[in-house]
């Protein structure tokens, strides 16, 4: 990991300095971030090196893979309050309550990098995520879909990961990958996805049903942005 890791700060607010409306194309701050904390060696061998990097008008980070070539990656939030499809339940969580969720849901620890090249005209991952209505842009049914990628087996958005495999060839399995991208709040002690919403299959409904639902579903995200920021601090100690 890069010797300037010292400069994390879990609390930082990236909007404060983004040149974008969206902080994950405009801040500065969190480019660095990015760098320094995954900027180090890959389970597969090697290491992952990142430099800072512009496409078009989004801050980006660059890496050169062996028999890749040159790569970019892109920042997305890990923690959404869905509030355009949700947002009679969004209004009814006040205002201090939104406040604080974006304010540490949008912190470090609520964001994570991933191939921003699309490949062969289909979504980037983060793009799918996003846009897929079994999906809802929730990063826990999407990390249930990145295990099923690696044990082989069938998710909503299976062929879109399938696309990026040279991607999570680099941490070998899923473990490699939750451990490099420091993810293990959001399994339990068997190696499962700790779901924000009790989860049976894709086939039912991926945002809350009611308001307090919602509010549980709110919770689980920030719970685990936080316990991320701490082992975000501890990795870089």
């Known amino acids: ?33 990015h760098r320094i904390l995954w900027s180090k060696s890959l389970p597969i061998g090697g290491e992952l090196r990142l430099s800072e990097a512009r496409s078009g008008r989004a801050r980006v980070l660059r890496a050169d893979l062996p028999d890749r070539g040159p790569v970019l990656f892109s920042s997305d939030t890990l923690a959404n309050s869905n509030k ?23 912190s470090i620890g609520g964001r994570l990098i991933s ?18 209505p079994r999906l809802s842009d929730r990063f826990d049914l999407a990390l249930e879909c990145i295990r099923r990628h690696y044990s082989g ?16 060839d680099l941490f070998v399995n899923f473990d490699g990958y939750v451990d ?21 299959s894709f086939e039912g409904r991926a945002l809350p049903g009611n308001f ?12 685990f942005v936080v316990a991320r920021n701490h082992r975000i601090v501890a990795a870089t100690q």
């Open 1 to 33: 990991m890069s010797n300037d890791n010292a400069e994390i700060d879990t609390t930082f607010d990236f909007r404060t300095d983004s040149t974008e409306p969206d902080p994950d194309k405009g801040s500065p701050t969190l480019q660095r971030y």
């Open 84 to 106: 355009r499809p949700m947002r009679i339940y969004y209004d009814a969580m006040g205002e201090e309550s939104n406040t604080h969720f974006h304010r540490y849901g949008g």
């Open 115 to 132: 191939p921003s090249e699309r490949i062969d005209g289909g979504p980037t991952i983060n793009q799918r995520r996003g846009t897929h």
């Open 153 to 168: 087996e069938e998710s909503p958005i299976g062929d879109d990961l399938d696309r990026y495999s040279w991607f999570f």
């Open 180 to 200: 490099f991208f420091l993810l293990q709040d959001l399994l339990n002690d068997r190696g499962e996805v700790m779901f924000y919403l009790p989860f049976v």
């Open 212 to 223: 307090d639902e919602y509010e549980r579903f709110r919770a689980a995200q920030i719970d």
